[in-house]
């Protein structure tokens, strides 16, 4: 295959690309709410596990896939085996149903870092100043508007002015800005009114120490679903987006250690940002702060700012910039995805494609506003959850969609084109691959049937088994 028009310059532009890509919301907003859901160190202790298995599978397959067929995800699969073309039109379906929702978020982060920016920020920590804010009509879509413009610049920009360029910058300050907050949390102490005292580093031991007692198997299934999840939407895999990053890789580099760095962004940071969150909720909220779910750094963390006196709001200042450098690197990397496929689909220039896809994101983040307040409503999940219209689309695309893309995904690698060919594209060069029987190993007996297994919890199948 000839190398792509766009192309990032070298490993490292992919490398910081795809990291920041999988070093963004998933890690920052969604892990620490889901680990503290989950017992701690018990959900950490299986992601952990998921990430250097399945993880380490599903990210070599999505960029193997790329590089060899220099196409992005809605014709990379039409081009491996003309049979599964289905398979790229779901896994583009992903990026446009998260696209929906991921400027929403952004949006609301860049409220709270202005608010903290004009402000000593005790509104922000007030009870109903979040449910205040997302239900209101106007000043959601305002903030979103903000943060889907500057989303969409640079995308517009292209892949090595705009995407490599962005994360060259922002992913050693994002990197920074982490560490220093985590390691500032573990210093925290905080004393009750009955006198008791609460200290980050027994935050820190709530978020390490796995919790067994009263685990049972349905429950089980459900951390390892709520974890599988959070991998798909963290690592950016069965969604196109690495396959798409991957069809700008040049074939001189690495695969396989640019992989392992990958992941290791990935997990470092995903581990940085539990250790940032968790101990400094415990230390002012105990653990009954941890129960914001979804909400918990828009509800919880401002109350925290609030308890840390005048180092609070610098604090929330450097907190609110990072997300917003997180969850904009994501959120670059989804709107990315659409344009590429959307050029290659329509052979129309970025500039076009960009514009459009932009239009598409603008009246479906709406929507997602409009659903805390004109379009209100409550829906019963097939997981057991109860959620609206963001939570709908969260559901489909990282609890519906992700498993069945990756079970069809494994079987068409492992079965019927052979793992062989994802191991050759990754010895391209004459690199050695380390874990190619594992990947071998995983990709034809293991993510098969575990996907299988998750995609029927997330149905509610298994409510009838268990």
């Known amino acids: 295959m000839k190398e792509k028009g766009s192309s990032f310059s070298g490993s490292i532009g992919f490398v910081l690309a795809a990291a920041g890509s999988a070093v963004g919301v998933g ?82 982060i860049t409220k709270y870092f202005l608010t903290y920016i004009i402000s000593d920020g005790k509104d922000a920590a007030a009870d109903g100043y979040f449910t205040s804010f997302i239900t209101s009509d106007i000043a959601p879509i305002v903030f979103m508007l903000i943060f889907l413009a500057l989303t969409a610049w640079v995308v517009y920009r292209g892949v090595e002015k705009g995407i490599e360029q962005f994360s060259k910058i922002i992913m050693p300050g994002l990197i920074l800005l982490i560490l220093i907050i985590a ?10 009114t009955d006198g008791s005292v609460r200290t980050g580093l027994q935050g820190l031991a709530f978020y390490v120490t796995p919790d067994f007692s009263g685990l049972t198997v349905k429950r089980f299934l459900e951390i390892l679903l709520d974890a599988m999840s959070q991998l ?32 290791l ?50 604090v929330a200042v450097a907190f609110f910039l990072m997300m917003g450098f997180a969850v904009l690197t994501s ?18 220039p970025r500039k076009k494609m960009c514009g459009a896809v932009g239009i598409y994101s603008l009246i479906t983040a709406i929507l997602i506003c409009l659903g805390y307040n ?5 829906l019963s999940l097939p997981n057991g959850s109860v959620g609206q219209l963001l939570d ?39 690199e050695h691959f380390k874990r190619a029987g594992l990947y071998r190993f995983m990709i034809r007996y293991v993510v098969p049937v575990v996907m299988l297994i998750l995609f029927l ?3 509610g199948f298994t409510d009838l088994i268990f």
């Open 374 to 378: 004109k379009l209100y409503f409550e």
């Open 265 to 314: 962004f990935d997990t470092g940071v995903a581990f940085l940002a539990g250790m940032m969150i968790i101990p400094a909720v415990f230390v002012f909220l105990g653990t009954d702060g941890m129960a914001s779910g979804p909400s918990l750094i828009f509800i919880s963390l401002p109350k925290v700012f609030n308890a840390m006196g005048f180092l609070g709001r610098p």
């Open 183 to 192: 390691i500032f949390s573990l210093t925290l102490t905080h004393t009750d």
């Open 457 to 459: 919890v997330s149905t």
């Open 331 to 348: 959120c670059v990397s989804v709107m990315e995805t659409l344009v590429a496929n959307c050029m290659e689909l329509y052979h129309k």
């Open 392 to 430: 709908v689309m969260d559901y489909i695309s990282n609890s519906f969609l992700m498993p069945f893309i990756s079970l069809l995904t494994s079987i068409l690698i492992g079965w019927v084109i052979g793992p062989d060919w994802i191991v050759g594209e990754v010895e391209r060069n004459g």
């Open 232 to 263: 798909f939407f963290s690592l950016s895999v069965s969604m196109g987006i690495m396959i798409t990053y991957g069809s700008y890789v040049k074939n001189e580099v690495n695969l396989s250690k640019a992989t392992n760095q990958i992941e």
């Open 27 to 108: 890690n920052i907003w969604r892990f620490p709410y889901l680990c503290a859901k989950d017992g701690g160190g018990l959900f950490l202790l299986v992601y952990l596990i998921l990430v250097l298995t399945f993880g380490f599978v599903l990210l070599t397959t999505d960029i193997a896939i790329g590089r060899k067929t220099k196409k992005n995800a809605l014709q990379a699969f039409e081009a491996l085996k003309p049979k599964w073309k289905f398979l790229g039109k779901l896994t583009f379906l992903v990026p446009a149903l998260i696209m929906t929702y991921y400027s929403v978020i952004g949006g609301w």
